[in-house]
Each structure stands twice: as structure tokens, then as C-alpha cells.
């Protein structure tokens, strides 16, 4: 089966554009013990306590050691995150 090429210059190809999410990676905190992660929804407004995931962990070093879970916050788009230890100390920090 052969082409000419003018021929496979009139055909049509459709061509599909995969779209990639991007994350813009700001920074990382260590938690700080007693504080709450609070996800802000500039869109509504709103201040919730954040979502988060059990990761679990293998450690292959050594054999006695068991596996550990790590929680990993769910990030949803166009949110910001704070560490504070109340609702209102959050909102002070977001300065809102």
C-alpha cells in the first residue's frame, strides 16, 4: 500500500494535545506539634481544616524495622495553605 505524497499532504490527521498538570512547588514546612494545616479557598472564602492521605512507607535498610505510615495533605488547585493553631490565628496569617 503506497502513498503519494501529495495524497498524505490531504489527508487529515487528527492530532490530540495532552494538557499536563503543573504544580508550582512554593515551599515546605515541617509541622509544628499542636498546630492545624488550613487550606483557604481564595474563590469562596472559605477557611477549612486540611485533608490528608496515609502514605505508607517501607524501609528497606533494615530488616527489624517495620513499615511506617506518613500522612501526605491532599493539595487541591487554586488553594493556600497555613499552619496556625486556631481558625482565627489562620486568618491573621493569611491576612485576610
Same mark, same amino acid.
Given at each position: 500500500?503506497?502513498?503519494? !505524497?501529495?495524497?498524505?499532504?490531504?489527508?487529515?490527521?487528527?492530532?490530540? @494535545?495532552?494538557? @499536563?498538570?503543573?504544580?508550582?512547588?512554593?515551599?515546605?514546612?515541617? @509541622?509544628?506539634?499542636?498546630?492545624?494545616?488550613?487550606?483557604?479557598?481564595?474563590?469562596?472564602?472559605? !477557611?477549612?481544616?486540611?485533608? +490528608?492521605?496515609?502514605?505508607?512507607?517501607?524501609?528497606?535498610?533494615?530488616?527489624?524495622?517495620?513499615?511506617?505510615?506518613? %500522612?501526605? %495533605?491532599?493539595?487541591?488547585?487554586?488553594?493556600? +495553605?497555613?499552619?496556625?493553631?486556631? @481558625?482565627?490565628?489562620? !486568618?491573621?496569617?493569611?491576612? %485576610?
Amino acid at each position: 500500500m503506497r502513498v503519494d !505524497i501529495q495524497q498524505a499532504y490531504k489527508m487529515e490527521v487528527p492530532i490530540v @494535545k495532552e494538557e @499536563k498538570r503543573q504544580v508550582k512547588f512554593i515551599n515546605s514546612e515541617r @509541622k509544628v506539634p499542636g498546630h492545624i494545616m488550613y487550606e483557604h479557598n481564595p474563590a469562596t472564602g472559605e !477557611i477549612k481544616p486540611a485533608t +490528608y492521605k496515609e502514605a505508607e512507607i517501607e524501609f528497606t535498610g533494615n530488616l527489624h524495622t517495620p513499615s511506617r505510615t506518613r %500522612l501526605k %495533605l491532599v493539595v487541591n488547585d487554586g488553594c493556600d +495553605y497555613v499552619q496556625a493553631l486556631n @481558625k482565627r490565628n489562620a !486568618i491573621k496569617k493569611l491576612r %485576610l
